[in-house]
């Protein structure tokens, strides 16, 4: 026996979750993401990476703006869905489509939750130097990720871990996580349990003031916002290499021993923080490729 799904995603974290839920042998009735966006140099539409996988299996793919019209939400009821499986799809979903599916809408979340509820999970685990997170299978509910959890599974955030490095881990356990769910759910097996009331944090999206580095930081705070920003939007600092202050990204680098005045260069590549000090290993100019810090300081006249 399978399950007629309903899937809805839109970035690349979604996709392997589509993909083990077609690989498990579930009937996808169509996937639902957001509409092409301008990008690039052209600013040509470019298809989400949802899109482009279910166009590749054959998949109906439909892109309402929300889901305030009556036909959108006829639309979706009519496909007549065991169950709508939701990862990162960029809309909040209201309660008629909530409701809709038979079995109700899953949705995998890249956090332990109730902590890190919210858009930007994985960056805020990073940035706020947390040593574990995880992702979760959720029951949908109108609330923010306020839905009782059917399966977690913890991973390890290692003290230089990147978030482009735990989304690729999260985004597959994600996926190992959800076709074990819909497995559960097909046998009646699949159980529910509230998230606690205390231990709520939020994740807000990433705001472009967050990605300047503020020196006058500890070391330790700084390696967590570069790697919590790492690859994007990437932390940057201002530094004049010849041609006046400008925006130099940061996406990888340590803490070292040292001391000077915040944001001053202090010898072998060593920026001065509020406590220590830090050394980009990886550093990008705009426009440009990112580079090693090496070949970074030789061109540069700072």
């Known amino acids: 026996m399978t399950l007629r799904v309903v899937f809805m995603g839109t970035p690349g974290f979604a996709v392997p979750v589509f993909e083990a839920v077609a690989g498990a042998g579930h009937e996808i009735a169509a996937a639902y993401t957001r509409a092409p966006a301008a990008a690039g140099r052209g600013m040509k539409p470019r298809p989400s990476p949802v899109q482009k996988a279910a166009e590749a299996r054959g998949v109906r793919v439909l892109s309402p703006a929300n889901f305030r019209l009556p036909e959108d939400r006829e639309t979706f009821a009519a496909l007549g869905a065991d169950v709508a499986v939701v990862v990162a799809y960029g809309l909040l979903l209201p309660k008629p489509i909530l409701e809709a599916p038979r079995l109700g809408c899953l949705n995998v ?97 990433i705001a472009n003031e967050e990605a300047r580095i503020d020196w006058s930081l500890p070391a330790r705070r700084v390696h967590d916002l570069v790697r919590g920003l790492s690859p994007f939007p990437g932390a940057y600092a201002e530094l004049d290499l010849g041609r006046g202050p400008e925006r130099v990204k940061i996406l990888r680098g340590e803490p070292a021993a040292g001391a000077g005045r915040p944001g001053s260069l202090i010898g072998d590549g060593l920026i001065a923080c509020g406590e220590g000090a830090y050394r980009p290993l990886l550093l990008q100019r705009a426009g440009k490729a990112p580079v090693a810090a090496a070949e970074f300081w030789r061109g540069a006249r700072v």
């Open 109 to 205: 979340h890249a956090s332990l939750l109730p902590r890190w509820r919210g858009a930007a999970p994985i960056h805020r685990a990073v940035m706020a130097g947390d040593r574990e997170t995880g992702v979760a299978v959720m029951r949908m509910e109108e609330g923010l990720d306020t839905g009782p959890v059917g399966l977690e599974a913890r991973v390890p955030i290692g003290p230089d871990a990147t978030t482009g490095e735990l989304h690729d881990i999260l985004a597959a356990e994600g996926a190992r996580l959800m076709a074990e769910a819909l497995a559960r759910l097909e046998a009646g097996t699949l159980a529910f349990v509230p998230q606690r009331e205390e231990g709520v944090t939020y994740a807000r999206k």
